[in-house]
């Protein structure tokens, strides 16, 4: 395939990926089904994922109180999309684990974020479970935690923390292709620059922050459907993402090596 075909394809699946963001008349009818005009999960999807639940707590092997489970992201709203995951959160409450209840605990949070973290990775790598068609992914929240999804279902209560209601965003195509090109292009460059063994851990690391701050300045200010959220939701699903995250692995490979001579 020429350079050229290259773009094409990658400019279609842009495309693609920017028509999923638009708001379906319906919640998705292979996870939820209406009962007496409102939405309830599918009950033998219900009972699997707190059966999954169940697999990855004994897999974290850490005693504390679950608060809830809760289906949340575009599955439990109206923009779901082929590209969607099931997003299953287990909701805790750090302050736990500290006993002294200290008045500053961000660093033991930091700590246990982390930890939560690297069983969410190990997890990852060992399993591949898909919920009808869907990739699951499973995830440690804390109670605490903002959260800006406009849509919660309790798969320990079965009911709506948050119930989604239909919306017609203003979605500007263009604009949306048009940053996750020029990111694209920056991360394209950054592995080209790595290839021919110049030194990018700076540009990288402050790629991967300006990245994750652009994200999470358009939640705050504009939500889920915010310009910058959707810009990286473009850039997750069409592997953007995977590639920065993979580079900063090299760097650190590269960094910690001894090549021989």
Do not use: A
Not at 191 to 211: E, V
Request: hydrophobic share 30%; glycine share 4%.
């Amino acid at each position: 395939m020429s350079l050229f075909e290259e773009l094409i394809e990658d400019k279609e699946l842009d495309k693609k990926i920017i028509k999923s963001f638009k708001s379906k008349p319906i919640l998705c009818p292979s996870i939820f089904k209406k009962n007496n005009g409102d939405y309830k999960i599918h009950e033998d999807i219900r009972k699997k994922l707190l059966e999954i639940s169940n697999e990855y707590l004994d897999f974290i092997d850490v005693e504390f109180f679950v608060h809830d489970v809760v289906l949340t992201g575009s599955l439990s709203n109206y923009n779901w999309s082929e590209f969607s995951d099931v997003d299953l959160h287990i909701i805790i409450d750090m302050d736990e684990f500290d006993n002294k209840k200290n008045s500053d605990s961000t660093i033991l949070h930091k700590i246990i974020e982390d930890f939560f973290d690297s069983k969410e990775k190990v997890w990852k790598s060992k399993h591949n479970i898909k919920i009808k068609g869907f990739d699951l992914e499973i995830y440690i929240q804390d109670l605490h935690q903002d959260h800006v999804s406009s849509g919660v279902y309790s798969i320990l209560n079965n009911k709506w923390v948050i119930k989604p209601e239909k919306t017609n965003p203003n979605i500007d195509d263009n604009k949306i292709i048009q940053k996750g090109e020029e990111y694209g292009k920056q991360i394209d460059d950054l592995i080209d620059k790595l290839s021919q063994n110049k030194d990018i851990s700076d540009d990288t690391s402050k790629l991967y922050k300006k990245i994750k701050n652009f994200r999470q300045s358009g939640l705050e200010s504009g939500g889920e459907y915010s310009y910058e959220n959707l810009t990286f939701k473009l850039l997750r699903r069409n592997g953007y993402i995977e590639k920065l995250l993979n580079l900063k692995s090299k760097i650190i490979d590269k960094k910690l090596s001894i090549t021989e001579q």
